[in-house]
């Protein structure tokens, strides 16, 4: 017997005969080169970026002039950053620092640098950097008078809150405190750590005994230069100081491993331990926690309250068995779960009042809380804890919403839980999802007055085409920012809406309803939400048009009350992540020189990498990068094609073509889908190896022809939904004269998964279909755990899938009893005998998202109707290949030998034709063709039971169905 070997340094050679330019590679995705880091001069006249894996493994420094285009490269250089002035750009290469006068490129050299930043001095711009060499010297260069002070000995330094303290630790232990407006310096013997309070007044230092190898702290006063010891111990673990300085807490511990909280209030002569037992439980403790803080009046310290592990062992002589019991509020796989957590994730949060002593909970059992502003927490208590799985249907996991008073200690309840949005002064909080679930309210903290700010806006339910059962009457609405402390901007799915958080005035859409009106979605060009918005002044808009999938900018001039007026649009991406269905890149939001109308912004489309441009106007760009290394290779083109569904609706997809396309030839087609990915229609598709999912840039290449479709869903029918576009688009690109109608495939993981394995037991439409981590049985999926990741362990069940069924993305809106019928028909394994298509399956043992059950219940079932099917399993692997590069290399090279098998006429590998067995896992790769074997024949089944179930295959399964209904 003869193979041909197929060595992966040849990887993937098996492809259309290109005149032109090769199809894309391992190699020239190690070598793939992109734009990255951008950043523009203050005075607008000049670009820095750099180029990532040029050299390879390494990048280059380009600095480039706006006008005339004079550049200057520096291979390996990184962390640029221009000067206020914007006559100096300062970055490192290697160890070295470099500082480039602008205008002249001449470049100035300091070596053995290992860190640098620039200050702002008293209105003087100050270069700072901290050498290795001989003398550990940090130097401070004034821009203005080009004098430098120099400090030895120095180790490493921090910066004052306020930057206007320079604080510097030696090698010998000392610690120099340098005023940088006036260059008084303060030396402090030694010292191993040191804090300084917000204000920049207070410092705490950590010295260690060497004689009694003990720990003191010493508080200075920076103000009056007071020194004073405030405790001495064996360890200190933590310590937190309120905003002054003048109070202070820290947690020690002792050999015995016992735990103590200090406190030290200005005045005292030493910190004394918080005696707090009688108000805890025998098996608590009060630790600091992860962040301790004090409160901004320092009346109240925020700590946690530990449970301690129980030291009490199992007795040996009880039997070992979890009950479940159907009046568990928690599962017995989450409970247990949860008793395997860590003593110091078992915590509640607390207050400390620091005058009285007195120590009330935040939290209790069952709760969660974050920090509102001023004296204000948000707290969310479900009592079983499940309240994002189980809120639709389990009374205990119903969540009730809190806003504490911290100096009162009452809670009000809110009708939801806030958001993080807060106005500026702290005085209102944003909540989100009311009644309806799809409204912005405003809820006044000092007060507790609620506001419906949306309710009465013409943005009808279901606006925000989300078409998953616990969300689908969304309207769409988003936050913007705020422009006062009582205005913001929100989004809905098109246009952008000024509104008054106290409910005095009534909103107002600033874009004059023109997006609704257009099909377009407006954003504001920055994506910065502390930034400072002048209604004054107009406004730069970023816009998608959701029928062309272009992109652009708009600009909105509030003054005039006109509506948006265009600046350019056109396909491409230059800020359009927020698109629906924008997958991959999108974009970034343009850049400001501080002091010109200039900007700097990326473009880029299906066929061009995204590379620099600058704009005086957003009607003509001027490229300032020119990174393509798509232009060595056979590379693609997109067009957005609208088709009709088998049930007759309009839908949108995406055909990608290779560069050297030739209309008078026919190709092979892949179908690729995922919810909705037309909005990536102008997205540059990074070429990469496939980690689950198929990588387009790399299938167009090599000769294939791509098509990804919009999958829009109906509750209760979701793999019909899919069939009937996925089906519908095939149906629509088979007419087309360059399609090869019957080398046609199919690619999708996970919710691509379940969808690939329902198509094949549909349709036969399809000569060869790829699915990685699908569910096949809606029923016993159902009825199973997800997953979760304890550390490094595997994945094990713990919370129940049947939310993800319900409401989630499965979207069956009903229980498993409520609709058996529609969990059935949504079962591809139901329909297993029905295949026609070979089935290439992925699906590891680790999966955390879809279990493995899954894919081996899909397996055996195809394997027992005698169908071609392959089952890829990667030891140590998730949902996704991650873990090794040589697995992701594997999938790859045979998902490439299983459709050019079947799609273009390739020789068969021995692993699809003779298998590997698992004595040679590890050993043989199966990658060589079968000169003897063509194509994999048929399977185990004798020819007696695979003409029966031949015969049983042609019957609906609806109708088998029919037994029993005749049974009653």
Not at 915 to 927: F, H, M, N, P
Request: charge should be neutral.
């Amino acid at each position: 017997m003869k193979y041909i070997l197929i060595g992966l340094l040849a990887l993937f050679s098996f492809e259309w005969a290109y005149a032109q330019k090769p199809a894309i590679d391992t190699a020239g995705i190690n070598c793939w080169t992109r734009v990255d880091n951008p950043a523009i001069s203050n005075n607008g006249k000049f670009a820095v970026y750099n180029i990532v894996n040029q050299p390879y493994k390494s990048n280059t420094l380009v600095v480039k002039a706006v006008a005339g285009g004079a550049e200057q490269r520096f291979i390996g250089g990184e962390s640029a950053i221009f000067t206020q002035d914007s006559r100096k750009l300062i970055c490192k290469k290697g160890d070295s620092l470099l500082i480039l006068t602008l205008g002249k490129f001449a470049v100035e050299t300091i070596t053995k640098v290992s860190s640098f930043e620039l200050l702002l001095n008293r209105k003087v711009e100050q270069l700072l950097y901290l050498q290795t060499d001989a003398e550990h010297t940090l130097s401070l260069r004034d821009s203005q008078s080009g004098k430098t002070q120099k400090y030895t000995g120095i180790e490493l330094y921090t910066l004052s809150k306020d930057r206007k303290v320079l604080l510097l630790k030696t090698t010998d232990r000392a610690l120099k405190v340098l005023e940088l407006a006036s260059s008084k310096i303060a030396t402090y013997r030694d010292v191993d750590t040191y804090q300084l309070s917000e204000n920049g007044q207070v410092m705490l230092l950590q010295r260690k005994d060497a004689l009694n190898a003990g720990i003191t702290i010493t508080r200075v006063d920076r103000l009056t230069g007071q020194q004073q010891e405030i405790w001495s111990g064996e360890s200190l673990l933590k310590t937190v100081m309120d905003w002054t300085g003048k109070q202070l807490a820290f947690e020690s511990e002792n050999q015995q491993k016992q735990k103590n909280i200090w406190q030290y209030q200005h005045g005292m002569k030493k910190a004394e331990i918080l005696l707090l037992s009688n108000q805890l439980e025998p098996d608590e403790a009060l630790v600091l926690g992860y962040q301790p803080k004090f409160s901004e009046d320092g009346r109240l310290l925020f700590c946690s309250i530990i449970q301690k592990q129980s030291s009490k062992a199992a007795d040996g002589d009880c039997v070992q068995v979890d009950v479940w019991s159907y009046t568990d509020v928690l599962l017995q796989s989450q409970q247990l779960s949860s008793l395997k957590k860590k003593e110091d994730e078992q915590r509640t949060e607390a207050m400390l009042d620091i005058r009285t002593k007195k120590l009330n909970r935040l939290i209790n059992a069952g709760e969660q809380c974050f920090k509102l502003p001023g004296h204000f927490w948000s707290v969310t208590r479900s009592n079983g804890g499940n309240f994002g799985t189980e809120y639709n249907w389990n009374k205990d996991a119903i969540p009730e919403y809190f806003v504490i008073d911290t100096r009162t200690g009452l809670r009000k309840p809110v009708p939801t839980m806030p958001s993080f949005y807060s106005s500026p002064d702290g005085h209102y909080v944003l909540l989100w999802g009311i009644s309806d679930g799809m409204s912005f309210h405003s809820y006044e903290l000092a007060s507790g007055k609620v506001v419906n700010l949306t309710g009465k806006l013409p943005v009808p339910l279901g606006d925000a085409s989300e078409d998953r059962p616990a969300n689908e009457n969304s309207r769409g609405f988003q936050f913007g920012l705020w422009l006062t402390n009582h205005t913001a901007l929100i989004y809905d799915r098109y246009d952008i809406w000024k509104i008054d958080v106290s409910g005095a005035e009534a909103p107002v859409s600033l874009t004059h309803d023109y997006g609704r009106k257009n099909n377009i979605t407006f954003r504001l060009a920055s994506d910065k939400k502390d930034q400072k918005i002048d209604l004054k002044k107009p406004l730069l808009l970023s816009a998608f048009n959701n029928a062309t999938k272009d992109n652009g900018f708009y600009q909105l001039n509030l003054s005039k009350s006109k509506d948006p007026e265009l600046l350019s649009m056109g396909p491409y991406v230059f800020m359009a992540g927020y698109a629906e269905g924008s997958k991959n890149n999108g974009g970034m939001p343009p850049l400001k020189a501080r002091d010109a109308q200039v900007w700097l912004v990326e473009r880029s489309s299906t066929a061009a990498a995204p590379n620099l441009f600058i704009t005086r106007d957003f009607k003509r760009f001027s490229a300032i990068s020119d990174v393509h290394p798509e232009q060595a290779y056979n590379w693609l083109s997109s067009e957005l094609i609208n088709f009709k569904t088998l049930d007759g609706k309009n839908e949108q997809g995406v055909l990608y073509r290779p560069e050297n396309f030739d209309p008078e030839k026919k190709y092979p087609i892949i179908f690729y889908y995922y919810e909705k990915l037309s909005g990536s229609k102008n997205n540059f598709w990074a070429p990469g190896l496939s980690q689950a999912t198929l990588n387009i840039p790399w299938y167009v290449s090599r000769g294939y022809l791509v098509f990804t479709p919009d999958i829009h869903y109906k509750i209760g029918e979701p793999m019909k939904s899919a069939y009937n576009r996925i089906v519908g688009a095939a149906k629509h690109l088979m007419g087309l004269p360059f399609v090869e109608a019957k080398r046609m495939g199919l690619q999708g993981h996970s919710w691509g998964g379940f969808e690939t394995n329902y198509v094949v037991t549909h349709s036969h439409l399809f000569a060869a279909a790829c699915s990685g981590a699908g569910e096949v049985n809606f029923v016993s999926g159902y009825g199973g755990l997800r997953a979760v990741r304890t550390g490094d362990k595997p994945y094990a069940g713990e919370g129940s899938n049947q939310f993800f069924y319900e409401n989630h993305q499965t979207r069956m809106g009903s229980s498993l009893w409520e609709r058996p019928d529609q969990y059935i028909e949504n079962s591809p394994v139901f329909n297993a005998d029905k295949v026609t298509t070979p089935l290439l399956i992925m699906h590891n043992k680790n999966d955390g998202a879809v279990n493995f059950a899954q894919g081996m219940e899909w397996f055996t079932a195809l394997r027992r109707m005698g169908k071609k099917a392959w089952l890829l399993q990667y030891d140590g692997e998730d949902h996704f290949l991650s873990s090794s590069e040589k697995n992701i290399l594997d999938f790859t090279h045979r998902m490439d030998q299983f459709f050019d098998h079947y799609l273009k006429g390739a020789p068969a590998p021995i692993w699809m034709t003779r298998g590997i067995s698992a004595s040679r896992k590890g050993l043989d790769t199966g990658y060589e063709y079968d000169t003897e074997i063509k194509t994999p024949g048929p399977g185990l089944n004798t020819p007696e039971d695979q003409k029966k179930i031949d015969e049983y295959s042609k019957i609906p399964f609806v109708d088998k169905l029919k037994r029993l209904t005749e049974k009653q």
